[in-house]
């Protein structure tokens, strides 16, 4: 038996339309996705070209891009709705959408409207290659250099934790071109480069290790080197020296997919750990019906939904223009928080079932794990909120 938990309907935030598209992602994610999950994340599969055909043929690529350009030309509140119901069957699926929406910014309109509807159909996903093993929370001091030679730019250095780059059609990289003028201006002379690359293949000068994860499976995710790896001039997006910037845009969406997925994953702890309690027996009665058991549920089913309404409330912010960067740090921080301990509590109420594989309480809390880390770790989260409420610290850090 497979339980769902709907959620209440708050005034003004889901509309007709906007029910009738969770009702279609939460479809999509129980029959297509669920099944799918529960074969191959216990041995490591990756996600079939089937799964990653039938999600563009809905068009959850192209939720954010415009309909000029083929896309649905829809909003964050909409992108992190349908991020939820996938990420409660699968969180690795609920972040393939981000490979088709997550596009950075700075094309021209040119680049726009000769790629935008490939990325909307699905044929031409990417994947970021921007951490490097000194350079994670601390972008600026990317080291990864990209030098002029000629009509070319040479790129030597090293990415870490690039997700999906071995079946990404493109990789956006971020290289350093310029060293920074001085200590306070770190963040200069960083770049940002399309690369086209074949799927399931690296182009010549570029080479990949994958990384042996403990979860977030489905897909691979990769240390890439690159050795004297040319690119031509074209390749360069934006303006020379502020890719900085091109990595902070768009960071109040990513935070709130980020909270989406987290949200995803304790609901599908909630909705297992409550069908397993009505189906369980010990001493003679369903394990509901032990009060412990009840108001463990009771508490993990109200964190979820307090998490969904200030996701609600952020997203309606993001999509009428207001900025909420400190809204959205403290919803990622939040639901990410959140999601580990209501997927721990989930686990728990399976007991000893709950630490197999054959159920899918250990996968949603793998996963929720990551979400304190990825998109700015929970750490960073709560500097940023403090910086904002009571200004930076004398000393500078």
């Known amino acids: 038996m497979t339980i769902t938990t709907e959620a209440p309907i708050p005034q003004g935030y889901l509309t007709k339309d906007r029910l009738e598209l969770q009702s279609l992602a939460r479809d999509f994610a129980m029959k297509e996705v669920l099944p799918i999950a529960n074969e191959l994340d216990p041995v490591g599969g990756l996600i079939p070209d089937e799964l990653r055909e039938k999600m563009a043929e809905v068009g959850f690529f192209g939720i954010l891009i415009p309909e000029e350009y083929g896309g649905l030309g829809l909003g964050a ?82 990415k870490m934790w690039c997700t999906f780059a071995d079946q990404a059609d493109y990789l956006i990289l971020f290289a350093r071109t310029a060293p920074p003028p001085d200590p306070e201006h770190r963040h200069l002379g960083i770049n940002v480069f399309l690369i086209d690359k074949e799927r399931g293949t690296f182009p010549d000068g570029i080479s990949g290790t994958p990384l042996r994860k403990i979860g977030y499976r489905g897909w691979k995710t990769w240390e890439l080197a690159f050795d004297s790896f040319r690119l031509p001039a074209s390749a360069l997006i934006g303006e020379e020296g502020r890719g900085f910037y091109a990595a902070m845009t768009k960071l109040e969406t990513a935070r709130a997919h980020t909270a989406a997925r987290s ?56 999509d009428t223009g207001r900025r909420c960067d400190l809204e959205a740090s403290m919803i990622k921080y939040a639901a990410s928080e959140m999601s580990e301990w209501v997927t721990s509590e989930g686990l ?50």
């Open 77 to 158: 509140f909409e992108y992190c709705m349908i991020a939820e119901e996938l990420s409660r069957a699968w969180m690795s699926v609920g972040s393939l959408m981000a490979r088709g929406n997550g596009l950075v910014g700075g094309f021209t309109g040119v680049q726009m409207k000769e790629l935008l509807p490939r990325v909307a159909s699905g044929e031409y996903l990417g994947a970021f290659a921007l951490s490097e093993s000194t350079a994670g929370s601390d972008v600026a001091n990317i080291s990864c250099r990209a030098v002029r030679d000629g009509d070319d730019w040479v790129v030597n250095g090293s």
């Open 263 to 318: 949200i995803g994953l304790a609901r599908g702890a909630l909705e297992d750990a409550i069908s397993y309690a009505l189906s369980r027996e010990q001493f003679g009665h369903p394990i509901s019906d032990f009060q412990a058991l009840r108001f463990k549920i009771a508490d993990m089913a109200t964190r979820v939904e307090t998490s969904r309404q200030m996701m609600y409330h952020v997203c309606t912010q993001i």
């Open 348 to 397: 728990q109420i399976h007991g000893g079932a709950g630490y197999t594989s054959e159920y899918a309480a250990e996968r949603y809390w793998r996963d929720a794990r990551l979400t304190r880390i990825f998109e700015g770790t929970s750490e960073i989260q709560l500097k940023l909120i403090s910086d904002r409420l009571l200004g930076k610290p004398s000393r500078g850090d």
